[in-house]
């Protein structure tokens, strides 16, 4: 079965943490992942792709296919960076299937 | 930078009444696609279109929602006879590569 999971409803960090967001998959095959967010009053927006290799903002995110995973990372957060994260996995048909997404909560 | 949009932002029906939610996916994309999201759950896949025709739909997208391109620029879905469970969030995709780009959605409420 397709399935991303995204362990954490509510993630809340002080301002200049560390900021890691957790996503596990299940696919067989080769999976294309992403990260979305989505911030206060805006659109689905996508952050990174694991494809591409990319920082964005200061987020990175690394493919274990050990592991099965796709966490989401900052080494120090901001407070711009507060907004719903949702893990995704795009099947082989095209289409997302998203995890049920994290807020992350930056504090002053 | 061109953006998929989506009218109306927000729409109030009654329960049995017919709903058309439009898109304009960005001009030179070619595949199409609804979400829902019902408050406190997950975005979910409802049917993708490519081609002037459905490519996948989900277990959700049953005989009450129907999906149409009438012209180059809009890409509709409609609920013919709305239930109260079809309350949510809509939200429109588009792309041409590996990205999706969403809309902003439509906030449905079904009374």
């Known amino acids: 079965a397709q399935r991303v999971t995204q362990p954490e409803k509510l993630l809340s960090v002080f301002k200049g943490a560390p900021v890691e967001l957790k996503c596990n998959y299940s696919y067989s095959g080769s999976p294309e992942l992403f990260w979305y967010v989505q911030y206060s009053r805006q659109r689905l927006q996508l952050l990174l792709r694991?494809?591409s290799r990319e920082s964005i903002k200061g987020f990175t995110a690394d493919l274990n296919k050990g592991e099965t995973s796709f966490h989401l990372k900052k080494p120090f957060a901001q407070e711009e960076d507060s907004a719903m994260y949702y893990c995704?996995?795009?099947?082989?048909?095209?289409?997302?299937?998203f995890g049920q997404g994290t807020t992350l909560q930056v504090k002053p | 930078e061109p953006e998929v949009t989506q009218t109306p932002s927000h729409q109030v029906t009654q329960m049995g009444q017919e709903v058309i939610l439009r898109c304009v996916p960005i001009?030179?994309?070619?595949?199409f696609y609804w979400y829902r999201q019902i408050l406190g759950q997950k975005v979910e896949f409802l049917v993708s279109f490519y081609n002037n025709e459905i490519s996948e739909k989900s277990e959700i997208f049953d005989d009450q929602f129907s999906v149409e391109r009438p012209d180059g620029s809009n890409f509709t879905l409609k609920i013919r006879s709305t239930k109260l469970e079809d309350s949510a969030m809509y939200f429109c995709?588009?792309?041409?590569?590996?990205?999706?780009?969403f809309g902003p959605g439509t906030r449905l409420l079904v009374l």
């Open positions: 694991h494809i």
């Open positions: 001009s030179n994309h070619l595949y």
């Open positions: 995704a996995l795009s099947s082989n048909t095209g289409k997302l299937i």
């Open positions: 995709a588009s792309n041409k590569g590996e990205t999706q780009y």
